[in-house]
């Protein structure tokens, strides 16, 4: 099937499309901050750390990236596939991305930084919203996980069961 823009318009609309302050970022930060983390969005540390993380707890040596799933091709979400036109081009531009990030992580793991990724689908609903806001104190402070049966309910209140 054909673009239903011309060239210039894809061009103009893609343009459009934010790097930073995006909703997904502005959801984390708003958690980070209602749980007492402090953090730093811009500024030099920011900018000279590897791939630009978009949150930067220096207190915890904690870097948040925010990824939106098709830019970053997260796999098996349902918020990424692969254009049907100029597909070659979307495939490596996606694959890129992918080494990138894993080249970026990997030097600022080296520098000591513990790095999250959070991804936008992650975000995407109140359930998975309050999942993540359980999971950060420990993915920030690097505490061991803590799992309660209990706690986990299904859509219609019946504690989940283990399907060991």
């Known amino acids: 099937m054909a673009d239903i ?3 210039e318009k894809r061009s103009w609309v893609m343009s459009r499309i934010k790097g930073k302050d995006t909703k997904p970022e502005l ?6 901050h ?3 983390y402090r953090f730093t969005v811009s500024g030099p540390r920011n900018q000279t750390l590897p791939g630009r993380p978009d949150i930067v707890l220096p207190k915890w040596a904690t870097v948040i990236f925010v990824n939106g799933c098709f830019w970053h091709g997260h796999e098996g979400c349902k918020d990424f596939s692969i254009p049907k036109t100029r597909t070659e081009f979307w495939l490596t531009k996606i694959r890129k991305n992918q080494q990138r990030d894993q080249s970026n ?3 600022l793991e080296s520098l ?3 790095v999250i990724t959070i991804w936008a689908c992650e975000l995407s609903t109140k359930d998975r919203l309050y999942s993540l806001e359980r999971r950060l104190p420990y993915l920030i402070e690097r505490k061991p996980f803590e799992y309660h049966l209990e706690d986990e309910t299904d859509q219609l209140g019946r504690v989940a069961e283990d399907f060991d």
Not at 27 to 32: D, E, F, K, Y
């Open 5 to 7: 823009w011309s060239e």
């Open 27 to 32: 959801a984390v930060r708003s958690l980070l």
């Open 34 to 36: 209602a749980h007492g």
């Open 105 to 107: 992580n990997g030097k």
């Open 112 to 114: 000591g930084w513990n």
